[in-house]
């Protein structure tokens, strides 16, 4: 087969395949890559993307430039030359600019991977990507003809790469978000699959939230620490995790379930403890306030609620009374603000009943 410098390119249809195909892959690639770039630094700029997903879509871009340099450098011979020879100077520094970009991608990615991307490498990568698409149009301009065919021609190169990096980020987006978590480890698998020598922490927060499907679901990981999934295998630990489990008591959990575990009941701090978790997460509430509504929660406790205020409610109280202004507790305040600690109206009428005024007075003699 004669080279591709030695044949007109009109009498070969093998050698107008030859230069047309890597021609279209070459534009598509270049063009995707940039535009792709583009529409991530938009959304980067807007905060909707985690940068676990800026991994991604960067390494996935610079694979993409690589090989749209690779399909010229690796082309067959006299390609270079015959790329686009209606202007072979914009040919060879559009082959020129590709190289930068790769360049600045790889430099980018290396960045996003040790740190998030400082606002420099992500001008640097979006400067070699306009100068590519500048250079696309200045190497098509010949084909113009006229000033207004090639504002038209440099239209299109913008539009399209505009539709395809749009259009192949979102397909990434749509893989990290849907198709990614859908084939990656849950947590209980994870525990269950775990390699390491020091045992897995399993956390099951609220157990008593979860329906009874889940409650079974769990015996089989508390009995023999495995997990099967009919479509694929059962999994069994080489270190079974740590399990602990939690329960508000919304519901009665199944003996077969509590038989698994050791049982250790959590009561409320006592007065001091629950003063310093008020104050270190509250720090705009005073040491006063913080002690008098404290000990106002401790009193509403002894009142067979049926829903006993716990610490955070303790710590919205606060809260809502340093917000009111006020220093330390009184009737009229704690009355108005008692729907941030008690959450039931039987509740706060049976509080009522038994006196607010004194439950109030009470907590500042007990501070005073």
Known sequence: MPLLDSVPITSCRECVVQLTLPLALFLMLAELTAGGMATVA??????????????????????????????????????????????QPAASALVFLQGVLVVALIAHTVVIWRRDASPLSWALTLFASVLLLAGIAAALWPLAGSLLNGAAIALVVVLSATVLGAATTGMLLGHWYLVTPALSNRPLLRAIDYRGEVPPVLLVDEVDRADDEFEAFLLEILSDYTITVPELATFRTEVPPVVVLTSNRTRDLHDALKRRCLYHWVDHPDFAREVAVVRLRAPDVSERLARQAAAAVARLRELELFKPPGVAETIDWAQALATLGRSELDAATADVTLGTVVKYREDQERVRAAGLAELVAEAVARDG
């Open 42 to 87: 938009y959304l980067r700029l807007t905060g909707g993307l985690t940068h676990g997903f800026l991994k991604f879509v960067t390494v996935t871009y610079a694979i993409l430039g690589i090989l749209a340099f690779l399909v010229i450098v690796a082309g067959p011979p006299g390609l270079h030359d015959q790329l686009l020879s209606v202007n």
